[in-house]
């Protein structure tokens, strides 16, 4: 009786192990599914990133000269020079 009461122990545990190991909290595929998670919003993240870098050239630009707040008023608003003629070509 002893001899079968071990090995049925450890096939078991051994069940139980397997079980988490596919079911459970840390399974494959709820890390899987983690991992897919992470890899967009590392994209995200990304792509957030380079908008703030473009943000922050913007904002460099127009702290240090009038030539981007020129380029952004004639381009944005129509602006023009005062004795400018504006001309518009269209394709």
Do not use: C, H, T
Request: proline fraction near 3%; aromatic fraction near 4%.
């Amino acid at each position: 009786m002893g001899q079968r009461i071990v090995p049925a122990v450890l096939i078991a545990l051994l069940l139980i192990f397997v079980g988490q190991l596919w079911l459970g909290r840390g399974s494959l595929p709820n890390v899987a599914n983690m991992q897919a998670q992470l890899a967009e919003q590392k994209k995200k993240n990304r792509e957030a990133e380079l908008a703030n870098e473009r943000l922050a050239a913007e904002v460099r630009d127009l702290k240090e000269g009038l030539d981007m707040v020129e380029e952004k008023a004639r381009l944005e608003l129509g602006m023009v020079k005062p004795n400018e003629i504006y001309v518009q070509v269209s394709k």
